[in-house]
């Protein structure tokens, strides 16, 4: 899913991907990004520990120290680099690339090759 304070650009990112989006500002405010774990738990049938969370900012802060797997771009916000593991990529450019090459390194994800995400159709896959 898709998290995010930016409704304006991330929100069609988000629908152009068929990825569940999800709004941290509420009346104009940024509201703690932490406060959706709960949501999350029970509607995706999770624990804190399976999820993984990619970050930049302070508003990240909260939920990336408390799920399982908390990373972030390489341009981030400092406190946020002390606690997330940093991914080789800065914010947009490839960074859930990297992510997936990372799980591909730990072995928690297989190889996926272009002939087999040709045989889905874009929406279904995304």
């Known amino acids: 899913m898709f998290l995010s304070g ?3 650009i991330n929100e069609s990112i988000a629908k152009n991907r068929n990825i569940p989006f999800y709004c941290n500002r509420v009346d104009g405010k940024m509201t703690n ?3 959706f774990l709960k949501k999350f738990k029970e509607e995706y049938n999770v624990t804190l520990d399976d999820m993984v969370y990619v970050g930049d900012d302070i508003f990240d802060y909260d939920i990336l120290s ?3 797997w908390g990373f972030c771009p390489s341009n981030s916000d400092p406190d946020v680099m002390d606690i997330a593991t940093v991914l080789n990529a800065k914010g947009g450019e490839c960074c859930i690339g990297e992510l997936y090459e990372y799980f591909k390194r730990i072995k928690k994800v297989g ?5 087999d995400v040709e045989k889905f159709d874009r929406n279904e896959l995304f």
Request: no cysteine.
């Open 66 to 68: 408390a799920v399982g």
């Open 6 to 8: 930016d409704p304006n």
């Open 111 to 115: 190889e996926v090759y272009a002939e």
């Open 33 to 35: 990004k932490y406060n």
